[in-house]
């Protein structure tokens, strides 16, 4: 059964009838002599590991072993921070948690505080395959998703919910190009506290994770591929009006030919959002960037982007547009792309790299690489709204992407 609002808020019925939660506006950029027209704002890389290793099961650690990341929890975080010459990140991970077998299941409706969903695959070919009202305490553990016709997990005032160790995949999406609704959410949350995702796999969804008025949420080892819009999902994930979040140890990978995102990831009206140790592999929409920051409501400051990789961007890798008191640190970017993709425009900024939009203030580049950009003269604008730039021309190899294996398989 649908979720239903219990508050009545006006932009989660927006989004429950398939329009957009929020007003996202793709804001249109004036390029400073370029004479060409960003939407968005462009895009950056982030750094590798520590040092030359990182990551995996824990600093060099086979995976299946000792302090495994991955499908058994919390161990080996992908490297942080080697700034010019560290080698790539390791991936997250897996091993540690038993085989278990699944049990096929429809719908599921969740009924009470602290129940636990596990070890079961859930089909479904209409509405939410798991919904989720006015309960505290749920864990969704161990789960396969199938889901067309709806988002694949859907709640709202969901007090300290836990998923983990959880694949979720729309069925419905179209070989090539955009899904058919924008509602199509791997997992879409609202009006919740205490919120922690963790391992989980998220495959052709209009977006990955889309987050609204759910403070302080924490998301770490997300895996995400091929996600399919249309306008204006298209993210591995969005925090809207949501402060304070995390997401760390991530990685998107989205096939020039088949997917159809806007930006990767999307920070919207949200103070204080870190986003750091991850992968962004591949961006063909003309306006849409690796890393996004719109602190567009005027009172919304401050965030921060660290060791994050973005490889085969158009549009842009990091931006601020409009924001204040970001900080972008060991971000890198190589490979991009000046040439439309997939039938879509050609990217709106003349390819640019790191963008703060003229109505920004306070942003900070540190110790930050590009390489072999189809632009090289286009990789930071506009340059007075950043208080520090900290960029130079360096070969390196990007992170490596998370790899999450569930119990199942």
Known sequence: ?????????????????????????????????????????????????????????????????????????????????????GGAAGAGGSGGVPPCALTDSGPITVSQDGQVIEKLRVTSTSGPAIALSGHADVVIRD????????????????????????HVQHTGAPATGPNSSDGRVNIVGYGTTGLVIRHVKLERGSSGIYLIQSPGAKLSYIE??????????????????????????????????????????????SSNVTVRRGLLSGNNSPTGVGVMFELSDGTSSGGLAEDVDTVDQGNGSFSGYPAK??????TRARDNHCAGQAGRPAPSSNSLVWAGSPDSSNLTLEDSRYFNLCNPGNTVWDKSV???????????TPRAPIVEKFCWE
């Not at 060409?36 to 099961?57: I, L």
């Open 325 to 330: 008191d970001v900080v972008f640190r060991r």
């Open 224 to 269: 995400g591929h091929d996600f399919r819009g249309p306008f204006p999902r298209g993210q591995l994930v969005q925090f809207d009006k949501s402060p304070d979040g995390l997401l760390e140890d991530f990685s998107c990978i989205n096939p020039p030919a088949s997917s159809w995102p806007e930006d990767n990831v999307s920070v919207y009206r």
């Open 143 to 166: 789960v396969e998703i199938l889901h067309d016709g709806g988002p694949g997990i859907e709640f709202n005032n969901a007090t300290n919910l836990l998923i983990e160790r959880v």
């Open 386 to 396: 950043f208080s520090k730039v900290e960029i130079s021309e360096e070969d390196f």
């Open 1 to 85: 059964m649908p979720l239903v609002n219990e508050t009545g808020d006006s932009e989660y019925q927006a989004y429950r009838e398939g329009m957009r939660g929020t007003i996202y506006v793709g804001v249109v950029l004036l390029m400073l002599g370029c004479g060409e027209t960003s939407s968005g704002g462009p895009a950056s890389g982030g750094a590798a590991g520590g040092g030359a290793t990182g990551g995996g099961a824990g600093a060099g650690a086979s995976a299946g072993s000792g302090a495994t990341a991955g499908a058994s929890g919390v161990g080996g975080a992908a490297g942080s921070a080697g700034g010019a010459g």
